[in-house]
């Protein structure tokens, strides 16, 4: 069993940055891949970004690609997302997941997951 807890969510305006940070407990993080996913009220939950449990591949949903960046680092249980270049549409509750068996994109592949950290990018 592995527990997620999400942190540095906030409010910030178009074009600023945030850095998201996801502390995992119990299990070590490094039994785990894991991915960044979001949900905007109303609409289902979108992949943002995903890491291999050594770091070396990671994966990017189109919406992001080129402005967000995730990376882990195993010795700290804690995996990052940095978002530049933040747009009103990346308004949304970042999730943070784990899973064993590789890099995923689906919410459903995951199977451990955090409680969520609100971001809202003002125009």
């Known amino acids: 069993q592995v527990q997620l807890v999400e942190s540095g969510g906030g409010l910030v305006q178009a074009g600023g940055s945030l850095r998201l940070s996801c502390t995992t407990s119990g299990r070590a993080q490094g039994t785990y891949d894991m991915g960044w996913f979001r949900q905007a009220p109303g609409k289902e939950r979108e992949f943002v970004a995903a890491?291999?449990?050594?770091?070396?591949?990671?994966a990017y949903g189109d919406s992001v690609k080129g402005r967000f960046t995730i990376s882990r680092d195993n010795a700290k249980n804690t995996v990052y997302l940095q978002m530049n270049s933040l747009k009103p549409e990346d308004t949304a509750v970042y999730y943070c997941?784990?899973?064993?068996?590789?890099?995923?994109?689906?919410?459903?592949?995951?199977?451990?997951w955090g409680q969520g950290t609100q971001v809202t990018v003002s125009s």
């Open positions: 890491i291999s449990r050594s770091g070396g591949i990671t």
């Open positions: 997941a784990a899973r064993i068996l590789g890099v995923a994109q689906s919410p459903a592949a995951y199977n451990y």
